[in-house]
């Protein structure tokens, strides 16, 4: 795909890939709460919360590239669809046995907060580089820089 180059979806592939690693933790969590029922919820509510970041970072991507024009009603209609869809889903899963819905409704509540705070460590904060902050390869220090330790000592 074409979207590959966007920061937005460089950002989000990235969140996912590291809100993988919660899954087990979760999973554990879920499980010391409420048994299979609460392991289930909780990864459920995780799944929700990366596909809705997903969902957000391809439209806002194809937006850019087909219709700049049309982002800031995108990002907000999509915004409305994505947390309408997220309440219907929490709404239908009400009556499920299977699902302990304060447990969803916390993860979804708490995660989403969670990743985009736990990722804001990982980004760019400048214009001139936007997406992930790029890696330093093959750093050396400026020609003439000696290394001094805290008591003046050359190393």
Not at 125 to 148: D, N
Request: charged share 10%.
């Amino acid at each position: 795909m074409a979207y590959k180059n966007s920061p937005v979806v460089e950002i989000v592939n990235d969140m996912v890939r590291r809100s993988l690693y919660l899954l087990p933790v979760g999973a554990v969590a879920g499980f010391l709460f409420d048994g299979l029922v609460g392991s289930v919820s909780i990864l459920i509510g995780l799944f929700i919360i990366m596909t809705n970041f997903i969902i957000s970072a391809y439209l806002m991507a194809w937006t850019v590239h087909n219709a700049i024009r049309l982002l800031a009603s995108m990002t907000i209609g999509g915004f409305f669809i994505r947390m309408s869809s997220i309440a219907a889903v929490i709404w239908l899963c009400k009556d499920v046995t299977w699902i302990n819905i304060i447990l969803l409704s916390f993860t979804i509540v708490i995660a989403h907060v969670g990743l985009l705070f736990w990722e804001l460590q990982f980004i760019s904060k400048t214009i001139t580089q936007p997406g992930l902050t790029p890696k330093a390869v093959g750093f050396q220090p400026a020609a003439g820089y000696e290394k001094r330790s805290r008591s003046g000592v050359r190393t």
